[in-house]
């Protein structure tokens, strides 16, 4: 089926941003669609003519704006031969044209510069500003290998997240990848993790999710797993290990412009699969 939504994918020439560019050149395929590829540079290149000596440090260095932009459509194209891509070159903050580009689209992609250690558990800035702000589901892509044949895990809290779900679904069938939909139960203070009893209103919770997902699918299969533990984030990301994509709604108490809740914002920060978080606006 044809869509009338781009895929929209930002590209600062990084090997993040081509990991990112390869991966939303791969889903703009599937769901054929139109790949819309932006770059924003910082600023604008110097006139014509400007004398060496008064042109600030750090201008004019490196490839030009116009040779980034290039190199991402070619590897966008290759990636995804006869792929429809439309290439953009913005001067400006990245997040405010992302912004404003990416509304009303099928989603926003972007690569993570995570550094590793205590510092590199921070998502690049205009990555964790889009996942908490975009008008539209945003995909982060990390510097590791993806699974192509892991599952798609999604959580689901006690709302239903039935937007994360739906995307969820979406993209098992596009992929054929199997479905593992999980919700973690709060563990009691002082319960071993194996021996904490199951709340009947949390198996309640993940049967209704999963059943949404056997509607959704058809024949993908799908995985209903019930976990207990103290940290919802860390349970999320211990049943995600070699998944090709986790997806995560973003209800909660927010740390981000109230937009964004701590678990999300957690799985974020310290996932090494992508991660898809499921905004609306």
Do not use: F
């Amino acid at each position: 089926m044809q869509h009338s939504q781009d895929i929209v994918v930002g590209y600062d020439g990084s090997p993040e941003a081509s990991q990112a560019v390869q991966w939303a050149a791969r889903q703009a395929a599937l769901r054929e669609c139109r790949l819309h590829l932006v770059h924003c540079h910082l600023r604008p290149l110097p006139p014509e003519g400007t004398q060496a000596a008064s042109i600030p440090a750090g201008i004019g260095q490196g490839p030009s704006p116009e040779i980034i932009l290039n190199e991402g459509l070619a590897l966008a194209t290759d990636t995804a031969p006869g792929l429809d891509v439309q290439g953009s070159l913005i001067y400006g903050w990245p997040a405010v044209h992302l912004a404003k580009i990416s509304e009303g689209q099928q989603m926003l992609v972007l690569g993570s510069r995570g550094i590793g250690g205590l510092i590199g558990l921070l998502v690049g800035s205009v990555s964790l500003e889009m996942a908490a702000t975009a008008p539209c589901p945003v995909a982060v892509i990390r510097t590791m290998e993806s699974q192509p044949g892991g599952a798609i895990v999604v959580a689901v809290d006690a709302s239903g997240s039935m937007s994360a779900l739906t995307d969820a679904c979406q993209m098992a069938v596009l992929t054929g990848a199997p479905l593992r939909v999980i919700h973690v139960q709060p563990q009691p203070r002082g319960w071993p993790a194996r021996r904490a009893p199951v709340d009947g209103e949390s198996a309640e919770i993940l049967a209704a999710a999963v059943a949404r997902a056997r509607e959704l699918t058809g024949g993908t299969s799908v995985e209903g797993v019930l976990l207990r533990n103290q940290s919802t984030a860390r349970a999320i990301l211990d049943a995600s290990r070699g998944a090709s994509l986790i997806v995560m709604g973003t209800k909660g108490r927010g740390l981000i412009k109230g937009t964004i809740g701590s678990t999300t914002h957690t799985v974020l920060h310290r996932a090494t699969e992508p991660v898809l978080v499921s905004r609306r606006q």
